[in-house]
């Protein structure tokens, strides 16, 4: 029913910026809360941002705070995750992803997932 498509990523040298973007499309687009989620090599997909549908609260991992900025145009039906100060350990596929409720989206229970986005920063 929702369809998400991410993008932005590519390789940066540290301390550089990217801006990563989420465009939802489908019939049935609901009220959802939308975050950033990412799993460098070899290792788990982990929470780095979310957002709730009005744009007001937004949440950070710990590992991203002060760095990463979420943000959403909800005419465009479209998440933004701003990536400024980069660092090696950001390397990461990214996945934008979509749930019913931010309660849900921080549990990992997300309805909707994107295709992810390579990010690579380098030394």
């Known amino acids: 029913q929702v369809q998400l498509a991410d993008s932005g990523g590519g390789l940066v040298q540290a301390g550089g910026s990217l801006r990563l973007s989420c465009v939802a499309s489908?019939?049935?687009?609901?009220?959802?809360?939308m975050g950033w989620f990412r799993q460098p090599p070899g290792m788990e997909r982990e929470f780095v941002a979310a957002?709730?549908?009005?744009?007001?609260?937004?949440y950070y991992a710990d590992s991203v705070k002060g760095r990463f900025t979420i943000s959403r145009d909800n005419a465009k039906n479209t998440v933004y995750l701003q990536m400024n100060s980069l660092k090696p350990e950001d390397t990461a596929v990214y996945y934008c992803?979509?749930?019913?409720?931010?309660?849900?989206?921080?549990?990992?229970?997300?309805?909707?997932w994107g295709q992810g986005t390579q990010v690579t920063v380098s030394s």
């Open positions: 489908g019939h049935t687009f609901g009220d959802y809360a």
């Open positions: 957002i709730r549908w009005s744009g007001r609260s937004t």
């Open positions: 992803a979509a749930a019913g409720g931010l309660d849900y989206l921080m549990k990992y229970e997300c309805d909707y």
